[in-house]
């Protein structure tokens, strides 16, 4: 049942969840699923704005809340994979020193980020859905982002934020 009511997720981020490489769609699979739940939440209340998930983020359109729960955890059971697409690799050691810098508190050394806390693994994740949402963040275009995050990225420059999201989608 679980994997049926997946294929509404799968139309877009695909049957493995790994998305598509051009960050148009990110990768789901191994996402914590706690960080599902709170994203899906933050769209329904447009918290995050995401015209496109509008209608998947009522539990109603998946079989109701358990459904999105149990779909939430199959998520969480995929695999992701470090075939994502990544930047050109140019500002690595500037990227490098951002994230130990910045990031490894909630997102861990190599991305696993922490499910208690619902802060977003983001290992394997598509180097230009990195580069959009952290962009995103800094200038208040996406609101749902954590503050202490906000205050870390908001003096960034975009190619400071791209050679960040380089760096992390080779994790």
Sequence with gaps: MVKESYQLCASCHLDNGLGKVNGSFPVIASQHQSVIIKQLKDIQNKYRQNPTMYPFSDPQ??????????????????????DNGVGSGDGLENGKNLYLNNCTGCHSYQGEGNAQNVFPRIKDQHFEYLARQLKWIRDGYRTNGNSNMLNLIKNMSDKDLEDLADYVSRF
Excluded: H, K, N, R
């Design 61 to 82: 359109t998946i079989g109701g809340a358990q459904a999105m729960i149990d779909v939430a955890a199959y998520i969480q059971s995929l695999p992701s994979s470090p």
